[in-house]
Each structure stands twice: as structure tokens, then as C-alpha cells.
């Protein structure tokens, strides 16, 4: 077969180019030119009459293929379309005044090393024409490629991907930017997949063979950050509009910080406190976004006039946006969206800072920039009061440091010890990555981003205490709102997430794994004594699952009762340790080194405990 | 005029309609543990930090004993004479000030020597002020034991003080106004 003779099919790349034009294609178009442009072997020109009853004008400078094509019967002109100076003049002659209903340029684009002439004459005769346009081009980010590449291949081909004839290379993004310079905007597609490509070779590659651990990671990665990996021949149908060169300038430099705070509106003073604690920072290196959901007019004007309450040079950083659906996710995803800060960070509108807290990212960022930054974060039992008339907020305990100091992945994995205004997060996750925040989560999408997060870019701990996370004694807070059942359901979701996918871990988390299961080897019942007529193995396997599945159990109850909205209302999570006679408060951390009879101990000290039984009335259903 | 006891609550909102002395606002990241009554916000003293009060009662009042506190107490001393004088002094939660206050990394307060120091010697001489000789010998005996120098080194000074007759007059022979809990100047909320 001649190079680039390739029969039409309809499950191959010019049936998808046929059936996107059916559906593009001009009302009224019957008997006018379909121009095909870079034609080769006209491989639709039949199809496209057969179909449309359209008249095929090929184009191409090839003229063993224009033979071919004119012996079919078919209309065919040579011209050579990658001459600069004349493309337009060589087409209109072509078309010689007739009407043209629809142009095509397959896979011939990257043939050509300066397309911008060759794509301004379509859009010239689109635009007069009022005609529809359609292209394929390989896709060089095709995962085949961009895998290899990785890690070191590079291979051009006869034909293919990798054409050894190829002068210009296009993914997504670069063909939309060269569209958009020219003018001329997708208003379909039909895209030819090909999960293994011609570049899919040599067999057994561990990045590219389907089912390795490698294989599956580099997958998840790819489609979180791009969706076209699977493309192998972008096909767009395009009309015109205005032309809009692609300046390619490094992004504006932003504030290291962006701090993004979620609020109802329904909190002003406790928002107004959030603010004085960021105009009393002492870098002022951030700037702010206020997502305000689904706010009333009212709500809204309390929100504004909490940020016209600010220092000017505070106030001139903050943006308010407004969110009118989703959930928590969703406002965190706007936040993203919205910021320009290299890296990010979340309030709720009731956290306070202390005045070193964007200092102490910072400082961070200068030594692991690039990682999750992370600090230390206090708890502190907090109500609401009324005093000479004017409604305010009271500490109404001591603070406690119930989270770790130190970041543990794996510890990370059954409990979240980052309550998120203590963890920035790299913009470049979301912009160069697309990590987004889940929101088919109610609770716990700060742990579920976390998680994938450092995962990804690991961790750098700060050790510095630099914000109180407050827990309320008698009003709900953005976390009591939410039932302990649909807590656990959501943390279930997140583990089934984690176990799904490879997860990369940050060096060093394999030594806590060990520990873990050293830990857990030591506690464990011995064995019974093996009989002969039994298969110990087995049964052995059998009291193993029984054993971690009851564990999980407990792990889950405690959780889900220290975080459960009538616990936090009451003592708070000192109190267990006093209740269970160790006289000091649990670390969150600590929960998942207890033995099974400690958390026995607990679940019991807290059921039984006077404020549980007190707050029974906040336990819904 | 309300009458306040060591060891016993703040005032009640049924002293609302006695003159206010010192206004103080809330203080953040950390507020103040002492207590303040949830409606009136009256407290038994008002920190220096951020407080309010008009001019004229404060320069009638003498203004700060700097005599006696060169840091630290100056302001317990401050409110306790307006209370004297029949003032109150509120608490109001709703005005809020950030004071770049930190903590270590557990949560715990890092005093320096100054603090240390300035702190022994307030609390020995607003026992001394307020006629609190309960207090006072109480506090000499255990300072004076302590394994940390700076705090017996705060004691040395007071004895010094003592000694040449450098110590105020005492005020509130009965000891009523003053404030004496758990080693702090007010009832605390925790």
C-alpha cells in the first residue's frame, strides 16, 4: 500500500471526520464544494458525495496521489499549500466562485512548520462562505508518547504519531492556541481513541503495559492533569471568530499566598475575626478570596461590610466571590480557580491565625518549595454570647493540641490530623495537575486533597503552632453540621478512593508501615495450636481478617465519635483520656496505637460519660 | 458600686448602671482566660493591652503606678483603683484586637526572663498594694523556694524594697478589691 493511502472505514479516523461533518455540516449545503485540503488519496471524497451530496474538490501537491484520486473521478488540484505568500489566491482559484458548504484539512496541518497562513485562508473562506471546517492531527501528548518520553524514548516512525515527516507537533492546548491565533473555534469534536497507538511498543514496557502498578499510576496522573491521552487523532469541526493570538508570557508573578475563606454569611463576627487575624500578619505576602455561598442579600452585605472593616492595604487583596450551588468541595475548587497565590490556603470563616501563620509557610516554601507546606494547629472549645447588647464570641476553654506535629501519611490513612488551615497547598497541583477537590464529598474533601496532595509532592513540616481551630460548645459549626453516619460513609469513600489507585508515598513511610505491622504482629492473639485435622493456614488467615476487620471497627467508632457533633460539644477530646484514667487527652495520632482493649476503653468512657448523655439531643436520627 | 471578693465571680449585670471606668476589647488569636459576665461583660480588671478609658478620670486617678510596676500588673493595679473609686470594668468581646501573642509547639507559653521576672515582682507587689498579707506570704514562700533564679531574684527585690521603705501605700485596708485566685487576678474560665 502507498504511504498515506488509507481507506475509508467507519470506525477508523475518516469515519469519525464523516460523521462530525453530518452533524456540522450548513443547512442547504446539497451540490456545493466540499474544499479538501492537503487531500493525499482523498480517502472521504466519495463518502462525502455519496453522503451529502456534496461536489469533492481535492487539493494536494502530491501527484502520484492526485493521479490516483483523478482516475476515481474525482475533482483534484495541485497546489502546494506550505508556500508562503499565496495560499488564499491558490484556494479561491480552485474554487473557482463556486460555493463551498464545508472544508477539511486531515492530518495535514502538521506538515507544514507555519500553519497560521494555511489556517487564516480557511477562516477567509469559512467566513465568506458561512462554511463549517473539519481537521485531524495526531496528538503528540498521546500517553504512548508522553510515557516514553518520560523516560527517555523518543522515537520517530515511517508514519504515525511520530511521522519522521512531521514539522510541527500538536497536543490540546497548542492546537487551541494556534486555532485561536488564526481564528477559528471547535464547535465539535469526534476525537479517533486509541489506547495503544502505533507508538505502543516494545511490548511489556512496565509505563505502558496495561495493569502495572506504573502503567495505572502514570494514568491516574495523566487524566487528572489532561484528558486527551487516549486521543489519537484530535477531530474538530471549527467556524470562525475573531482572531486571538496566544501570547506566551510567564504567568503574571502572584503572592506567594492565596487565602481562600468559605462562608455562609451567617457568621460576621466570627468572619470579622478571621480578617483582624490575617491584617496582623507579619508577611504580608498573601491575598485573599471570600467565597461567599449561597448568600442572601442581607448575608451578603454583612460580608461586605466585615471586609470594608479591614486595613485599606488588607482590603485592596481581597476578592469576594459568590457561589450560588455545590457544596464545601465546590467552593474550594472556586477558590482554586480564582487564585493567583503559588500556593494556596483555606479558613473557614470561625479559624483563627496567629500572626506568624502565612510567615510560617513561607518560610517553609524557601527551603521545600513545591512540597504541602504544613504547621501546627490548636483546638479550642468556643461559644457564643451576648454582651451589652452587641454579639460576640468567648473562649470557653483552654486550647489542646490534639493533632500530630509531625506529618504521617500513613497515619494520615485512617486519620486526618490536618485540619486545613494548617497545610498550603501548591497552586500548581490543581493548574498543572488538575487535582481538584472532590465534591461528591459532604465532609472530610480537605483529608480526601490532602491525601493525594502529598502523595504526590510529599510534605514539609513547620512545627510551628500558628492556628486555633475552634470547636463550638452550643451552635453549630461548618463540621458538627454533618451526622457521624454520613462522616463515616465519606471517610469510607475516601479509603475507597486510596485503594483504587497506586499511591505514591513520601520516602520514608514505608519504615512507619513497618513499625505498624511490627505493632500489630506483637499484639496480636498467638496463633492456636495447629491440629492435624484442620488447615491451619486457613483457619489462621480466617482469624487474621476477623481480627483486622473487628479492629477497623473500633478505629472507626472512636473516630467517628471524637468527631461527632454532640462530642464536640461537649468536653471535647481531652476529656477522654481523664475519662479513661490516663489523665491525659488523646492525640488524634494516637488513636491508631491503641490497643483493642483501649479502644474499648474509650468508646465505653465516652458512651458512658455525662456529656455524652447530656448532648444525646444533638445526635440526630 | 459592686463588691468584688477573692475567689468569687465577677460582677453581675446588676451593677449595669454603675459609671464604667475602662473599657477593654478582646484580644485574639489567644483570648484572656479571665472570666467576665456573659451579659454586662464586668471583670475584675482590664488589660493594659487594649483599653479604653476617658483622660480625665484616668488623670484623676494618677494614671499608672509606674513606681511600683515597671511591667506587667500596672494595669491589674489601674482597674482595681477605678473599681475602688466605683467604677466598673468591662469586658466587651464584640470589639476584638489582634496581639501578636505565640506559643511553642505544644501550646506552651514561652516566658522570657524579663517576663519571668517582671511578673514575680507585679504579683508581690500588687499583694503588697492591696493589703493582701494572706497573699503576700503565701507568694514569699513560694517564690522564694522556687528552682527557677529569676523568680528569687524578683523576691531579693521586693525584700530590697522592703527593706528601704521603697514599697506604695497600701490601699483597701480590707483587701476587698483585689482579686486573689489560683495565682491569677480573676476568676479564670479554665
Given at each position: 500500500m502507498r504511504k498515506y493511502d488509507n481507506a475509508y472505514s467507519i470506525e477508523n479516523l475518516y469515519g469519525h471526520v464523516i460523521s462530525l461533518l453530518g452533524q456540522h455540516l450548513p443547512e442547504g449545503s446539497d451540490g456545493a464544494v466540499h474544499l479538501d485540503i492537503a487531500s493525499g488519496y482523498s480517502a472521504i471524497g466519495e463518502v462525502v458525495e455519496g453522503e451529502f451530496g456534496l461536489h469533492y474538490v481535492g487539493v494536494d501537491i502530491d501527484p502520484v496521489a492526485l493521479k490516483a484520486v483523478h482516475e476515481r473521478g474525482l475533482e483534484v488540484h495541485q497546489a502546494d499549500l506550505a508556500e508562503p505568500g499565496g495560499i488564499l489566491a491558490a484556494l479561491t482559484a480552485v474554487i473557482a466562485g463556486r460555493r463551498v458548504a464545508s472544508v477539511s484539512v486531515l492530518d495535514g496541518l502538521e506538515h507544514i512548520a507555519d500553519g497560521s497562513e494555511?489556517?487564516?485562508?480557511?477562516?477567509?473562506?469559512?467566513?465568506e462562505h458561512g462554511a463549517v471546517s473539519v481537521f485531524s492531527l495526531p496528538n503528540v501528548t498521546h500517553r504512548d508518547v508522553g510515557y516514553k518520553l518520560a523516560l527517555g524514548s523518543w522515537e520517530y516512525t515511517p508514519t504515525g504519531l511520530l511521522d519522521v515527516t512531521h514539522l510541527r507537533l500538536y497536543g490540546e492546548k497548542s492546537l487551541r492556541e494556534a486555532f485561536a491565533a488564526a481564528g477559528l473555534y471547535p464547535i465539535g469534536r469526534n476525537d479517533y481513541s486509541l489506547a495503544e497507538s502505533d507508538q505502543h511498543y516494545p511490548a511489556g514496557h512496565p509505563a505502558l503495559q496495561?495493569?502495572?502498578?506504573?502503567?495505572?499510576?502514570?494514568?491516574?496522573?495523566?487524566?487528572?492533569?489532561?484528558?486527551?491521552?487516549?486521543?489519537?487523532?484530535?477531530?474538530?469541526?471549527?467556524?470562525?471568530?475573531?482572531?486571538?493570538?496566544?501570547?506566551?508570557?510567564?504567568?503574571?508573578?502572584?503572592?506567594?499566598?492565596?487565602?481562600?475563606?468559605?462562608?455562609?454569611?451567617?457568621?460576621?463576627?466570627?468572619?470579622?475575626?478571621?480578617?483582624?487575624?490575617?491584617?496582623?500578619?507579619?508577611s504580608t505576602d498573601f491575598e485573599v478570596i471570600v467565597i461567599a455561598h449561597r448568600t442572601s442579600v442581607e448575608q451578603q452585605l454583612g460580608i461586605e461590610g466585615a471586609v470594608e472593616g479591614v486595613p485599606g492595604w488588607l482590603a485592596e487583596r481581597i476578592r469576594i466571590v459568590h457561589v450560588d450551588h455545590g457544596n464545601r468541595a465546590t467552593l474550594l475548587n472556586t477558590g482554586l480557580e480564582e487564585a493567583c497565590g503559588r500556593y494556596v490556603a483555606a479558613l473557614d470563616d470561625d479559624d483563627l491565625v496567629f500572626a506568624h501563620w502565612v510567615q510560617a509557610f513561607a518560610d517553609l516554601e524557601l527551603k521545600f518549595g513545591g512540597r504541602v507546606l504544613r504547621s501546627v494547629c490548636a483546638r479550642q472549645q468556643a461559644d457564643r454570647v451576648r454582651v451589652r447588647e452587641a454579639d460576640a464570641t468567648r473562649a470557653h476553654s483552654g486550647i489542646t493540641m490534639p493533632y500530630a506535629r509531625e506529618f504521617s501519611f500513613v497515619e494520615h490513612l485512617s486519620l486526618n490530623s490536618t485540619p486545613f488551615m494548617s497545610a498550603a497547598i501548591p497552586r500548581a497541583l490543581h493548574r498543572d495537575l488538575g487535582m481538584r477537590y472532590d465534591d461528591t464529598l459532604t465532609t472530610t474533601e480537605d483529608w480526601d486533597y490532602l491525601l493525594r496532595a502529598v502523595s504526590v509532592v510529599g510534605v514539609a513540616d513547620s512545627g510551628a503552632l500558628t492556628a486555633v481551630y475552634r470547636g463550638w460548645v452550643?451552635?453549630?459549626?461548618?463540621?458538627?453540621?454533618?451526622?457521624?453516619?454520613?462522616w463515616i460513609l465519606n471517610q469510607y469513600a475516601v479509603d475507597r478512593k486510596l485503594d483504587?489507585?497506586?499511591?505514591?508515598?513520601?520516602?520514608?513511610?514505608?519504615?512507619?508501615?513497618?513499625?505498624?505491622?511490627?505493632?500489630?504482629?506483637?499484639?496480636?492473639?498467638a496463633p492456636p495450636p495447629a491440629r492435624p485435622e484442620h488447615d491451619v493456614e486457613a483457619e489462621v488467615e480466617q482469624r487474621t481478617r476477623a481480627r483486622v476487620r473487628e479492629r477497623d471497627d473500633l478505629h472507626l467508632r472512636v473516630v467517628s465519635l471524637l468527631e461527632s457533633r454532640s462530642w464536640r460539644a461537649s468536653a471535647g477530646i481531652r476529656a477522654v483520656g481523664l475519662l479513661t484514667g490516663r489523665g491525659r487527652p488523646i492525640k488524634a495520632s494516637k488513636v491508631l496505637r491503641m490497643s483493642d482493649e483501649q479502644l474499648r476503653?474509650?468508646?465505653?468512657?465516652?458512651?458512658?460519660?455525662?456529656?455524652?448523655?447530656?448532648?444525646?439531643?444533638?445526635?440526630?436520627? | 458600686m459592686c463588691s468584688l471578693h477573692a475567689g468569687r465571680s465577677v460582677h453581675s449585670p446588676r451593677c449595669s448602671k454603675t459609671p464604667i471606668g475602662i473599657a477593654e476589647a478582646k484580644?485574639?488569636?489567644?483570648?484572656?482566660?479571665?472570666?467576665?459576665?456573659?451579659?454586662?461583660?464586668?471583670?475584675?480588671?482590664?488589660?493594659?493591652?487594649?483599653?479604653?478609658?476617658?483622660?480625665?478620670?484616668?488623670?484623676?486617678?494618677?494614671g499608672f503606678d509606674h513606681d511600683s510596676f515597671f511591667m506587667y500588673g500596672d494595669d491589674v493595679d489601674l482597674s482595681w483603683r477605678y473599681r475602688l473609686r466605683g467604677f466598673q470594668v468591662i469586658f466587651q468581646p464584640a470589639a476584638a484586637v489582634f496581639h501578636d501573642k505565640r506559643l511553642g509547639p505544644d501550646g506552651e507559653w514561652l516566658a522570657s526572663d524579663t517576663e519571668r521576672?517582671?511578673?514575680?515582682?507585679?504579683?508581690?507587689?500588687?499583694?503588697h498594694k492591696w493589703s493582701r498579707d494572706d497573699v503576700l506570704e503565701r507568694l514569699l514562700e513560694s517564690m522564694s523556694g522556687f528552682p527557677d533564679e529569676i523568680i528569687r531574684r524578683a523576691v531579693a527585690g521586693y525584700l530590697d524594697r522592703r527593706e528601704r521603705g521603697a514599697l506604695p501605700e497600701r490601699l483597701d485596708p480590707e483587701g476587698t478589691t483585689g482579686e486573689f485566685v489560683a495565682g491569677n487576678y480573676a476568676v479564670h474560665r479554665w
Open positions: 494555511l489556517l487564516a485562508a480557511i477562516r477567509a473562506i469559512v467566513v496495561p495493569g502495572t502498578n506504573l502503567n495505572r499510576f502514570l494514568n491516574e496522573m495523566r487524566d487528572d492533569a489532561e484528558p486527551s491521552g487516549r486521543v489519537n487523532q484530535f477531530v474538530w469541526a471549527c467556524v470562525a471568530g475573531p482572531q486571538n493570538p496566544v501570547r506566551h508570557e510567564a504567568e503574571p508573578p502572584g503572592p506567594f499566598l492565596t487565602v481562600v475563606i468559605r462562608t455562609q454569611g451567617r457568621r460576621i463576627a466570627e468572619l470579622e475575626e478571621v480578617l483582624l487575624c490575617l491584617a496582623g500578619q507579619s452550643s451552635q453549630d459549626s461548618s463540621i458538627t453540621e454533618h451526622v457521624h453516619d454520613e483504587a489507585r497506586p499511591v505514591l508515598l513520601p520516602a520514608g513511610e514505608t519504615r512507619a508501615i513497618r513499625k505498624l505491622v511490627r505493632q500489630a504482629s506483637a499484639a496480636a492473639d476503653e474509650v468508646i465505653a468512657a465516652i458512651e458512658s460519660s455525662r456529656s455524652w448523655r447530656i448532648t444525646k439531643v444533638l445526635r440526630r436520627g | 484580644q485574639l488569636p489567644l483570648e484572656h482566660p479571665k472570666d467576665y459576665d456573659r451579659v454586662s461583660g464586668a471583670t475584675s480588671w482590664a488589660s493594659g493591652a487594649f483599653s479604653m478609658f476617658r483622660t480625665a478620670e484616668f488623670r484623676d486617678l494618677g521576672y517582671f511578673s514575680a515582682e507585679s504579683a508581690l507587689m500588687l499583694a
